[in-house]
């Protein structure tokens, strides 16, 4: 059974920093991984599609990677705001059960102003 | 404008009273889902449907029921509402079955007592 596990779970850093928040995955059998933002009392926004064969996704300051082979992905935030606060949350589609999503629990960030 | 949408935002209710939480997207979408949210436990797949009339069961799916009747509406039906399914509760649907984007309902924080 796929297992998600994000690290860490919590992260304060200044406004202006550069970030890497981490996933990582027990099944490297995926067909897709996908990074979500949650704000507080809030749904879920798609940050990030990644398909199983490609290495990266990029959408203005954020930049996703996934490495397969060791079972991880990573979400970098360039230049980070303040609204940038929120928890982000990692998925993972897996390739022998492709209709369920297994998130894992979430990274709460915090950017200081 | 492409969403998907969740009646009621907020439910309070008492247990052994049925009640249906909707679920609607408007993006002609086969693939739709149920997830329910607590903490330290995440976001946990109760139901899902691939298109009308074909649905299945996700990892939590005791104590619920769905029904795929037409494409763009999904409601979760809990027959007989417990204590332990005060929860946070959202929908989701994509393309297809596997490849494509997820996309969230709102969330309805439901609560039984």
């Known amino acids: 059974k796929q297992e998600v596990t994000q690290i860490p779970a919590a992260l304060s850093v200044p406004e202006g920093e550069n970030l890497v928040l981490n996933c990582s995955f027990t099944d490297s059998a995926i067909y897709n991984l996908q990074w979500f933002r949650q704000d507080p009392g809030k749904g879920l926004t798609s940050l990030l599609l990644?398909?199983?064969?490609?290495r990266e996704q990029t959408s203005g300051r954020l930049n996703a990677s996934l490495d397969k082979s060791s079972g991880r992905s990573t979400l970098y935030i360039a230049a980070s705001q303040p609204g940038d606060s929120a928890t982000y949350l990692c998925?993972?589609?897996?390739?022998?059960?492709?209709?369920?999503?297994?998130f894992g629990s979430g990274t709460q960030l915090t950017v200081l102003p | 404008e492409a969403q998907v949408t969740q009646n009621p935002r907020y439910l309070i209710t008492v247990t052994g009273k049925k009640l249906t939480v909707t679920c609607s997207q408007n993006?002609?979408?086969?693939?739709m889902s149920w997830y329910r949210q607590d903490p330290g436990l995440g976001l946990r797949q109760i139901y899902y449907s691939m298109n009308v009339e074909v649905t299945d069961k996700g990892d939590v799916p005791e104590g619920y029921k769905v029904s795929r009747k037409e494409k763009r509406n999904f409601p979760l039906i809990l027959e007989s509402p417990s204590p332990n399914q005060t929860s946070l509760y959202f929908c989701?649907?994509?393309?297809?079955?596997?490849?494509?984007?997820?996309?969230f309902g709102p969330g309805t924080r439901l609560t039984v007592t």
């Open positions: 998925a993972v589609r897996s390739s022998g059960s492709a209709r369920q999503l297994t």
């Open positions: 990644i398909q199983s064969s490609q």
């Open positions: 993006m002609n979408h086969e693939y």
């Open positions: 989701a649907s994509s393309y297809g079955t596997g490849g494509a984007e997820q996309y």
